[in-house]
């Protein structure tokens, strides 16, 4: 007798649901088939694989809406690691350059694999340069082969050196290239259905990388096609001056003036935005991805995420790309995003509960996945499992309490019902070949 396609994960010691009413179950156990949750309860069976839970937290899978998973090939570039977003991005353009097909793929193995051992189970990806025949399907390929659930944003930028801009001519593409080629990948690899692996958005690099009217083309074609947006957006003081002097008003006029705001629309930081573009963003349902580690590493200021919650607006975290201290540990950056409130309003201004809905049920929101982010009937089988029996958890009251006093990476992942994380470990590839391969790219890289 064939086995059911089921997984039993038994007698967990505590459950974050993260449903509406925020339900925590105590000694709980969760069945899976076909990538879905079926049963949430006590004294379940199953005949298919049975995973003992004892001693463990179970939450959803974390969600990162934000990440540039090519830079995990540049992580602590010498002439970058004390420079601000201009200056590092200037250090960064002719390393970038050279990069080709073979560098996108590994580069982006290797940070999925580093999300996934912190317990991400979906994430987006911003790519927009494609250097020496690279392109987002050789990121698709790499979410594939290792398993996670992806968001990749077709990036893009227009405006070069000789025009006024920051990226040297070399890494920026002619604008009607770029829509033909959102489109391509969108017809290629869009899957809007439930349960979807992978979903295609439309992501120029940010205001001051790309035209008006590229901004407003790509708004069209993301709604003809019915894909999502994204981009960066008031990041820091540099990027308000700049919009005031270039565009002559604020990065939420700029971006509702084209057509980039409402509930298929995120922005990347957000640290600089006002009330009025809050209460706008809040109005819209437009999505920030919040990236603390980021704005802390390249001191771009601490994002108003209490006042954007209490607004109504829709926030999930990023890890960024390796501007996020140059890791892209997602529950880290869950606990920075706690951090970070408390160190401009106090002590209770992010509860570790809050945090963590924040970066489950929050970025599935912000990414449109009502199918994803919560344990509940009928959603997808996407699992952390945090064993609290190590030395981080020892002493802890509250299981809850993950992003005060728990581990920092997952025992194990479940995706789509599959367990890509087994005791620690990746299952879906040899993950010690993949780093090899990487570090010795990343030495090619420096001796160029
Ligand atoms: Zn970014």
């Given at each position: 007798m064939t086995k059911p396609n089921e997984t039993l994960i038994r007698n967990a010691r505590l459950v974050l649901t993260m449903d509406d009413a925020g339900s925590e179950i105590p000694n709980c156990d969760i069945l899976m088939r076909d990538g879905v949750i079926v049963e949430v309860g006590q004294g379940l069976s199953s005949a298919g694989q049975v995973l003992d839970a004892a001693g463990c937290l179970v939450t959803p899978g974390l969600v990162n809406t934000h990440h540039h998973l090519y830079q995990s090939l540049t992580r602590a570039v010498p002439g970058g690691q004390d420079a601000l977003l201009f200056g590092w991005l200037q250090t960064l353009y002719p390393i970038w350059s050279r990069f080709g097909p073979e560098e996108m793929?590994?580069?982006?193995?290797?940070?999925?694999?580093?999300?996934?051992?912190?317990?991400?189970?979906l994430t987006s990806d911003h790519l927009y340069l494609y250097p020496n025949g690279s392109r987002l399907d050789d990121t698709i390929a790499a979410a594939a082969d290792i398993g996670m659930r992806f968001h990749p944003t077709r990036g893009s930028m227009s405006?070069?050196?000789?025009?006024?801009?920051l990226p040297p001519d070399s890494l920026v593409e002619d604008e009607r290239a770029i829509l033909e080629d959102c489109i391509r990948v969108i017809?290629?690899?869009?899957?809007?259905?439930?349960?979807?692996?992978?979903r295609v958005g439309v992501a120029p690099c940010s205001p001051f990388s790309v035209s008006r009217d590229l901004m407003r083309d790509a708004a069209v074609l993301a709604r003809d096609k019915r894909v999502m947006l994204h981009t960066h957006l008031a990041e820091n003081d540099e990027d308000i001056a700049y919009s005031l002097e270039?565009?002559?008003?604020?990065?939420?006029?700029?971006?509702?003036?084209?057509?980039?705001?409402?509930d298929d629309v995120w922005h990347a930081h957000c640290v600089k935005l006002d009330d009025q573009e809050i209460?706008?963003?809040?109005?819209s349902g437009t999505g920030v991805a919040h990236c603390p580690c980021s704005n802390c590493r390249l001191g771009s200021g601490i994002a108003p995420v209490r006042q954007m919650r209490d607004a109504g607006v829709k926030v999930g975290l990023g890890v960024d790309g390796s501007a996020s201290t140059d890791a892209g540990n997602l529950v880290l950056e869950a606990r920075q995003s706690m951090l970070l409130q408390r160190v401009s309003l106090g002590a209770d201004a992010m509860s570790a509960r809050e945090a963590l809905r924040?970066?489950?049920?929050?970025?599935?929101?912000?990414?449109?996945?009502?199918?994803?982010?919560?344990?509940?009937?009928?959603?997808?089988?996407?699992?952390?499992?945090?064993?609290?029996?190590?030395?981080?958890?020892?002493?802890?009251?509250?299981?809850?309490?993950?992003?005060?006093?728990?581990?920092?990476?997952?025992?194990?992942?479940?995706?789509?019902?599959?367990?890509?994380?087994?005791?620690?470990?990746?299952?879906?590839?040899?993950?010690?070949?993949?780093?090899?391969?990487?570090?010795?790219?990343?030495?090619?890289?420096?001796?160029?």
């Open positions: 793929y590994v580069s982006a193995q290797v940070g999925l694999a580093e999300l996934m051992l912190s317990g991400c189970t405006i070069g050196e000789s025009d006024g801009g017809d290629a690899h869009h899957d809007a259905s439930d349960g979807s692996m992978c270039k565009f002559g008003c604020r990065p939420g006029q700029y971006a509702q003036d084209l057509g980039w705001t409402g209460d706008l963003f809040a109005r924040i970066a489950t049920r929050g970025g599935a929101e912000v990414l449109g996945r009502d199918d994803c982010g919560q344990i509940a009937i009928g959603k997808r089988a996407d699992l952390a499992i945090w064993d609290m029996n190590g030395i981080e958890a020892a002493g802890n009251w509250d299981t809850a309490a993950l992003l005060l006093a728990g581990p920092t990476q997952v025992r194990d992942l479940f995706i789509e019902g599959r367990r890509v994380v087994a005791s620690g470990q990746i299952t879906s590839i040899d993950l010690s070949k993949t780093i090899a391969r990487q570090n010795a790219m990343a030495l090619a890289l420096s001796d160029g």
